[in-house]
């Protein structure tokens, strides 16, 4: 049974986990767990007239596919504003309960659907991302946030990130060589759990042109580099430092399977234009499978049905693929 937390309820979260449902219900007879309230979801099933089969969970129903579980034990009200405390409450207390039946292994992965950080922290729960908090719920397991998908051409992006929500001043003593290290490893492995015929990793410098040897600015020279000699040294197909302006289309174009990034927007810039769309946040180095579409909560959208599922789909697939191959 794989888990899949709505999110914010005030979001698309629920629209489009019920649509991508929808979509892959005749692929397999894969079971699901729906973390988060009930009746918010039966209406939305209702209103835009999707017609998944919901039933409330029961660990004694073996013919149920798709159950839904509310951690709280509570309905939320049927009219809440945008980014609502109560819902952001909500969508934290669905990320506990799918991640500690995940650590029980109840659940053989987990698929997050958006959540807000602003309107969490304003409810009054510090949180800094969902990764971050699933990080901290294993036992503060260093973890590394990969991005992947692939435009209509089958051109595909696995981009895996050194940092992730840092200010850009605070970069250069962000990024360390265990740090360098520990993504580069972690993209590597992420292409064998992928089943790639190849595992070829390219690190993208911090500067501009990479720094030139050093004209714009040494974290290249002094930190970039020697870990990517470290990780050549103990075999893995890995080069760089090279410059992030051009690694990107290189990567897209197959030569290499993936790339780490060394910030955010540096990897996700290239990511979402190549795979806007159907783009998945996979976090590596859990002890459970987890991944999320690469958008947000999308208030603007929520409850006009008009929601592209198409990257939860495209998380739950990977989730489901990746399951598969851990037996």
Not at 257 to 281: C, R, S, T
Request: net charge negative; hydrophobic share 45%; charged share 20%.
């Amino acid at each position: 049974m794989i888990g899949i937390c709505i999110g914010d309820v005030t979001g698309i979260g629920p629209e489009v986990t019920l649509k991508a449902l929808a979509e892959l219900a005749g692929q397999d007879k894969e079971r699901y767990l729906l973390l988060g309230d009930f009746h918010w979801l039966e209406r939305l099933n209702d209103r835009f007239g999707i017609g998944l089969p919901l039933s409330p969970f029961d660990a004694g129903d073996e013919e149920a596919r798709f159950m839904v579980f509310n951690p709280t034990g509570q309905s939320l009200p049927e009219e809440l504003e945008p980014g609502s405390p109560a819902a952001a409450r909500a969508a934290v207390a669905a990320l506990e309960e799918a991640a500690r039946r995940c650590l029980r292994q109840e659940l053989r992965a987990m698929v997050t659907a958006p959540v807000n950080k602003e309107s969490i922290i304003r409810s009054g729960i510090a949180f800094i991302g969902q990764t971050e908090y699933l990080a901290a719920m294993a036992g503060q397991c260093p973890v590394i946030m990969m991005l992947l998908g692939a435009d209509d051409r089958g051109r595909w992006l696995r981009v895996a990130l050194v940092t992730t929500h840092v200010a850009i001043k605070l970069l250069p003593a962000e990024i360390t060589q265990p740090k360098v290290e520990l993504a580069i490893t972690m993209a590597a492995q992420a292409c064998r759990d992928l089943d790639l015929p190849r595992q070829r990793v390219v690190v993208c410098g911090l500067n501009p042109h990479a720094g030139e040897g050093g004209e714009f600015g040494d974290e290249e020279i002094t930190t970039i580099r020697p870990a990517v000699l470290a990780m050549r040294s103990r075999g893995l197909d890995v080069h760089g430092p090279l410059a992030a302006d051009t690694v990107f289309y290189q990567a897209a174009n197959g030569a290499y399977d993936a790339v780490v990034a060394m910030y955010h927007d540096q990897g996700l810039g290239p990511l979402k234009l190549l795979a806007f769309e159907n783009g998945v946040n996979w976090t590596l180095g859990l002890p459970f499978i987890r991944t999320s579409p690469d958008h947000g909560t999308a208030y603007d959208l929520a409850g006009k049905g008009v929601a592209n599922p198409s990257s939860m789909k495209a998380a739950i697939s990977l989730a489901r693929q990746l399951a598969a191959r851990r037996g």
